[in-house]
Nanobody, 124 residues
Framework: QVQLVESGGGLVQAGGSLRLSCTVSGVTNSRYHMGWFRQAPGKEREFVAGITWSGARLYSTDSVKGRYAVPRDNAKNTVSLQMSSLKPEDTAVYYC?????????????????WGQGTQVTVSS
């Protein structure tokens, strides 16, 4: 059974940095794409950033371009979300997700596996 566990959320001041981590277990190989989503209160879950299984392609939403990075370590079955220049509007519960197929990374309904989420709060 595939399981994803996030860690690293917390409270940070605007302009600061935070690193989230996601560890994947129950997989037999590293051929799965990884993504990060977030959901703020009263809003729909939105795609933040993603990376293909090989690391060859990166995707991110416009609002985080240049501020967020998605390093992954296939040897350790981990993917991170390195966030910098954080803004109060980045406050949300952040989820990591995994999928084995290609398709629209932005559509949360297409992702097969999800972590439990971790809260990120950016104070002004």
């Amino acid at each position: 059974q595939v399981q994803l566990v996030e860690s690293g959320g917390g409270l940070v001041q605007a302009g600061g940095s935070l690193r989230l981590s996601c560890t994947v277990s129950g997989v037999t190989n590293s051929r799965y794409h990884m993504g990060w989503f977030r959901q703020a209160p009263g809003k729909e879950r939105e795609f933040v950033a993603g990376i293909t299984w090989s690391g060859a392609r990166l995707y991110s939403t416009d609002s985080v371009k240049g501020r967020y990075a998605v390093p992954r370590d296939n040897a350790k079955n981990t993917v991170s979300l390195q966030m910098s220049s954080l803004k109060p509007e980045d406050t949300a519960v952040y989820y990591c997700a995994a999928r084995t197929d290609d398709g629209n990374f932005h559509n949360p309904n297409e992702w097969q596996y999800w972590g439990q989420g971790t809260q990120v709060t950016v104070s002004s």
